[in-house]
């Protein structure tokens, strides 16, 4: 990792937001120097001139500006088009159907993950039965028999190579999930149930702070996403199941 640049990108789908930035950041460059080149040539073109024109005898060229908006229209719109597709592919495009599904909760000031049990489903939640101080921070209905083996961990593991597939949802505030290496940031909002979808290819463990102002702790409002081989992401389960 480049301490003067981003963190690895770890999915397919960093590395095209990468290259995005780095065309727009490309673009940006030379149109900043070609800026500043034509104002140099003008101050130098006419420094020595002692004649005063006035503004209302400067002649128009309508051309001139037909050209200019028409090339910044084609700039703007060639980035959004080559961009567009990433950032589809992640907001548009549902998740691949063998997705590892898990729950994502946010509160303050912590968060919680929720995984289906060797059965692959979840079980039931009852907001009256939420217990932080319990280890019940879904409020899993223990008399339903799919929520017995519902694993709750306060990190997130997920499978290396394998499709994920979060939901994520909010007990209080609004909160805000934020991989860097993933390059994901997704609000999570109070009464909304909000899907995202990556396939992390590089193992390692990453920080996952709370990048949303919510409250008092919400600097201490941290935890990691590890990435996992897949045989020991399974073993993990395994060894989690109640």
């Known amino acids: 990792m480049n301490g003067w640049w981003f963190p690895p990108a770890i999915s397919r789908e960093a590395i095209g937001f990468d290259v995005q930035f780095i065309r727009t950041f490309v673009a940006a460059i030379i149109i900043f120097v070609a800026a500043q080149c034509a104002l140099v040539a003008i101050v130098w073109r006419y420094r020595r001139s002692r004649r005063t024109v006035s503004p209302g005898l400067i002649p128009a ?60 489903r979840f079980g039931r939640i009852d907001i009256r039965r939420i217990d932080d101080a319990g280890g019940n921070p879904f409020g899993l209905d223990e008399r339903d028999p799919f929520a017995k083996d519902d694993i709750t961990s306060a990190s997130l593991r997920v499978p290396l190579g394998r499709p994920v597939k979060l939901i994520l949802t909010s007990r209080d505030v609004i909160h805000s999930f934020f991989v860097r290496e993933l390059r994901i940031k997704q609000d999570l909002v109070p009464g909304m149930r909000i899907p995202v979808h990556f396939q992390a290819d590089l193992p390692g463990t990453y920080e996952v702070p709370c990048s949303e102002l919510c409250g008092l702790g919400h600097f201490k409002m941290g935890t990691t996403v590890t990435v996992m081989p897949v045989a020991e992401y399974e073993s ?7």
């Open 61 to 120: 060229s309508s051309r001139l500006e037909y050209v200019w908006t028409t090339a910044t229209a084609c700039l703007f719109l060639g980035l959004l088009f080559l961009g567009s597709h990433v950032w589809a592919s992640v907001q548009f495009t549902p998740a691949p159907a063998d997705s590892e599904v898990i729950e994502v909760l946010g509160k303050q000031f912590a968060w919680n993950f929720r995984y289906p049990g060797p059965d692959g």
């Open 236 to 242: 993990w389960k395994r060894g989690q199941a109640h």
